[in-house]
């Protein structure tokens, strides 16, 4: 029988109940989010211990592999998307804190109207001409990225009876090694739906999770122009460390 | 600091992160070889929607990498890719309604194996994994793995430049689950 949103938050709460307090990293088998069941591996994970290992190396991006207006995604078309205009920087730090420079930034996310340009996406809200919703760019110096965005509507996707996803933009990253590699998504703060949504929640631990919604910065927004939201990533990954010595 | 947590890339990614070119790291190479396979979940069927990621040393052992995976172009703003010289070190291809993916690409030197990252809906947290071209005895992976373990990272030879490596996600009640890494 279809799930409904109260058994999905009497799972979730198991869940929270026997997490391991500060895992940082959602558990890969989360059964209130259905598609993990079959999709994780039940072997213990093989760790590698070889300073010689390839994944410490990792690919590289130069300015060529992307364009300046790349990063402004309500620019991509002839006329201006529909919704709330929103600027979304921060800076992209490893463990240390230290900036990762020249990598590339990856985004991609539903219209205002909460529907991807994408033929899979079966929501029955208007898909906007003049926005596809996918930008890239590469960090500076500081390790920041900016990208010039529509702020995402929410999306139903059946993962249980009335399943809504919060708004979201799904963000892809690279740090200086393979090992760095992070794919996750950044969300909106107050949103009433982070309680309910099991890819959230997933991330037991509060504190973690709280690293993934934005924070609204009035300094950051633009009179008569947009709304403006900071959103600093950091990368885990143990080659961080060991570069920086070598450099 | 504290850490940013992995999230899964969704169903949606298909018209964002895939990119022409990206599973041809060696276009026009005479020496390029092909790495094909299926990604499988826990109950034997195809993943239609995952991301697989490569990273290799080069032919001559570097792994400096090259710049211009993703090379845009400057007029009409598409995707122009690699320039057929350098060697880039990265690819990404996703799989397609079969769960099947291809990939071609030079053999690393120096190392035997390609670094793997797996994405795909219902995967909160991407998988490391590896493709070694050949078995590797002394390899410091392999030799700390049983046989039948150490078989899920080895390609299979199809015929000569062709090789069959697949991801199981999940043992399916007859195949072995792929041997999947962490860097601790
Ligand atoms: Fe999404």
């Known amino acids: 029988m279809e799930s409904t949103q109260t058994d999905i938050d009497a799972e979730i709460a198991a869940a929270d109940a026997v997490a391991l307090p500060g895992r940082i990293h959602p558990d890969r088998d989360y059964p209130p989010y259905r598609s993990t069941v079959l999709r994780h591996p039940k072997q213990s994970l093989v760790v590698v211990r070889d300073p010689e290992a390839v994944e410490l190396s990792g690919p590289v991006f130069g300015v060529t592999d992307v364009l300046g207006h790349d990063a402004d995604l309500t620019r991509q078309h002839r006329g201006e998307p529909l919704g709330e205009r929103i600027t979304v920087t921060g800076r992209v730090l490893d463990r240390d804190g230290h900036p990762i420079r020249g990598q590339l930034v990856e985004v991609w996310q539903a219209n205002a109207a909460g529907r991807y340009a994408h033929g899979g996406d079966r929501h029955p809200a208007p898909l906007d001409p003049n926005f596809t919703g996918a930008g890239r760019c590469l960090t500076d110096d500081e390790g920041r990225y900016t990208f010039t965005t529509m702020r995402p509507g929410a999306y139903p996707w059946r993962n249980h009876r009335n399943a809504w996803r919060p708004a979201h933009i799904h963000f892809s990253l690279f740090g200086t090694a393979f090992t760095q590699r992070l794919v996750t998504q950044m969300y909106f703060p107050g949103d009433p739906l982070h309680a309910r949504d099991p890819i959230l929640r997933a991330v037991a631990d509060e504190k973690a999770r709280r690293r993934l919604i934005a924070d609204y910065d009035h300094d950051l927004s633009v009179p008569e122009w947009s709304l403006g939201y900071r959103w600093d990533i950091v990368l885990d990954g143990p080659a961080a460390t060991w570069i920086e010595e070598g450099r | ?184």
């Open chain 2, 1 to 184: 600091m504290t850490v940013t947590p992995s999230q899964t890339v969704g169903p949606f990614y298909g018209y964002a992160l895939p990119f022409p070119g990206g599973a041809d790291l060696a276009p026009g190479h005479p020496g390029a070889i092909t790495v094909h396979g299926y990604v499988y979940d826990g109950a034997g069927a195809p993943v239609p929607d995952a991301l697989l990621e490569f990273w290799q040393a080069g032919p001559d052992g570097s792994r400096a990498g090259a710049t211009g995976s993703m090379r845009r172009d400057p007029v009409t703003g598409a995707v122009a890719g690699r320039d057929g010289v350098a060697f880039t070190g990265f690819g990404r291809v996703a799989t397609d309604p079969d769960g099947h993916y291809t990939l071609r690409t030079l053999p690393p030197g120096g190392t035997p194996y390609l670094g793997v990252c797996v994405f795909a809906r219902g995967l909160l947290h991407h998988l490391y994994t590896r493709v070694y071209l050949e078995s590797s005895p002394g390899d410091p992976v392999l030799s700390g793995l049983t046989a039948e373990r150490a078989a899920t990272l080895i390609a299979t030879p199809e015929r000569p430049g062709v090789l069959r490596f697949d991801v199981r996600l999940q043992y399916d009640g007859t195949h072995e689950e792929t041997v999947f890494l962490a860097f601790e």
